[in-house]
């Protein structure tokens, strides 16, 4: 199986602050990697996939990048809402796996 | 509007047995991966059981860690999924979700789509 492990698994923000989270693989896995974010209670949200391509209704403040075994998440301006528990997900073989989470909090 | 609703939650017994459904709108289901993930209490997100499309035959994946004792299948004409879930453990207590695949260009990229989640509880 696929490991991911992301880094930080915690980061303490404010409003405004530039943050990157990256996520690292077990073995290559091409540019088959999805970002998603959950708030408490509530569905995964599905934010990039294919590494670097934003889904649609986005904010352009989230980008991706990487290939083969690092990627990253950057949220350029940190906003209210974007206060969430951060994945990244393999789909690049089976079985699909998601990497540990990173908890984003305010500051 | 692309909806996903999960029902059949509960709490059940070791050992026990338990149906959930995904009931899907808004879009062409036939033609759409769908997939169930998982999330135990306070941890973090795993994936349980897929169906492709009638594109790709309906073929079906599962993790190990339910392989022979949870089913996936589907009812495109009622536009629901469904994942049985047989010989029940402890460690599958969770929230499942139903997810739909997003595909491009005929390759799957993730996961666009997500019902609320039900919440099953296996524990005597």
């Known amino acids: 199986d696929i490991q991911l492990t992301q880094s930080p698994s915690f980061l303490s923000a404010s409003v405004g602050d530039r943050v990157t989270i990256t996520c690292r693989a077990s073995?290559?896995?091409?540019?088959?990697l999805a970002w998603y974010h959950q708030k408490p209670g509530k569905a995964p949200k599905f934010l990039i996939y294919?590494?670097?391509t934003l889904q649609s209704g986005v904010p352009s403040r989230f980008s991706g990048s990487g290939s083969g075994t690092e990627f990253t998440l950057t949220i350029s301006s940190l906003q209210p809402e974007d206060f969430a528990t951060y994945y990244c997900?393999?789909?690049?073989?089976?079985?699909?796996?998601f990497g540990q989470g990173t908890r984003l909090e305010i500051k | 509007e692309v909806q996903l609703v999960e029902s059949g939650g509960g709490l059940v017994q070791p050992g026990g047995s338990l149906r959930l459904s995904c009931a899907a709108s808004?879009?062409?289901?036939?033609?759409?991966?769908m997939d169930w993930v998982r999330q135990a209490p306070g941890k973090g997100l795993e994936w349980v059981a897929r169906?492709?499309?009638?594109?790709?035959?309906?073929?079906?994946e599962y993790a190990a860690s339910v392989k022979g004792r949870f089913t996936i299948s589907r009812d495109d004409s009622g536009n629901s999924l469904y994942l049985q879930m047989n010989s029940l453990k402890t460690e599958d207590t969770a929230v499942y979700y139903c997810?739909?695949?997003?595909?491009?260009?005929?390759?799957?990229?993730?996961?666009?789509?997500w019902g609320q989640g039900t919440t099953v509880t296996v524990s005597s």
């Open positions: 997810a739909r695949g997003h595909i491009v260009g005929g390759i799957y990229y993730g996961m666009d789509v």
């Open positions: 808004g879009f062409t289901f036939s033609d759409h991966y």
């Open positions: 169906s492709r499309g009638k594109p790709q035959s309906y073929t079906t």
């Open positions: 073995q290559g896995i091409s540019s088959y």
């Open positions: 294919a590494a670097s």
């Open positions: 997900q393999q789909v690049n073989s089976y079985p699909i796996t």
